[in-house]
T-cell receptor
Framework: GENVEQHPSTLSVQEGDSAVIKCTYS??????FPWYKQELGKRPQLIID?????GEKKDQRIAVTLNKTAKHFSLHITETQPEDSAVYFC???????????FGTGTRLKVLA | DTGVSQDPRHKITKRGQNVTFRCDPI?????LYWYRQTLGQGPEFLTY????????KSRLLSDRFSAERPKGSFSTLEIQRTEQGDSAMYLC??????????????FGSGTRLTVV
């Protein structure tokens, strides 16, 4: 089925702290796991992705980790900055198709 | 080619009128997607194309919605007999394709529809 959940739904952190957002999916055949960032009034933008043959991927201050057994993947942001404030969406694909079902979103607020 | 283009950016229409939106994807991208997003929600899948073939249409989409991609390049989304509940941001996205491969989306800026 197509069931994607994100936790938490809102997250406030102090500037410089780390933030972690978790995405749980139900389709065990999913093999590609992206994260999107959407700033207020703007389009969603792909910020990092991981494929199922890799457990972790890092790009400067952001990283994604994957646990296929437990069917969840997480976005990690270190040394948060005010410009990281946005809504973050995970969007794993549905097996047998090339469409993505977006999660419920996590609103991250970085307090200066 | 600087990205995914959508036209118009904003559309205000009276209830019952028909509207049509256009999307020009990145030229190298074979897959094209339409999503709808309302305030505080994530993008909701509507339909997608591989080249000119429409491969899937959401079960949530009524018969008033139709999409085309006649030559496998730009796409149009038409909404007939608009209702107030159709008010939303309509997002187009495109992606690369390869046999068995998934790739991330590049989104356009969207068309904001307001039905009055």
């Amino acid at each position: 089925g197509e069931n994607v959940e994100q936790h938490p739904s809102t997250l406030s952190v102090q500037e410089g702290d780390s933030a972690v957002i978790k995405c749980t999916y139900s389709d065990s055949a999913s093999n590609y796991f992206p994260w999107y960032k959407q700033e207020l009034g703007k389009r969603p933008q792909l910020i990092i992705d991981i494929r199922s043959n890799v457990g972790e991927k890092k790009d400067q201050r952001i990283a994604v980790t994957l646990n296929k057994t437990a069917k969840h993947f997480s976005l990690h942001i270190t040394e948060t900055q005010p410009e990281d404030s946005a809504v973050y969406f995970c969007a794993p694909p549905t097996s047998g198709t090339y469409k993505y079902i977006f999660g419920t979103g996590t609103r991250l607020k970085v307090l200066a | 080619d600087t990205g995914v283009s959508q036209d118009p950016r904003h559309k205000i229409t009276k209830r019952g009128q028909n509207v049509t939106f256009r999307c020009d994807p990145i030229s190298e991208h074979n897959r094209l997607y339409w999503y709808r997003q309302t305030l505080g929600q994530g993008p909701e899948f509507l339909t997608y194309f591989q080249n000119e073939a429409q491969l899937e249409k959401s079960r949530l989409l009524s018969d008033r919605f139709s999409a085309e991609r006649p030559k496998g390049s730009f796409s149009t989304l038409e909404i007939q007999r608009t209702e107030q509940g159709d008010s939303a941001m309509y997002l187009c996205a495109s992606s690369l394709s390869s046999a068995g491969g998934n790739y991330g989306y590049t989104f356009g800026s969207g068309t904001r529809l307001t039905v009055v």
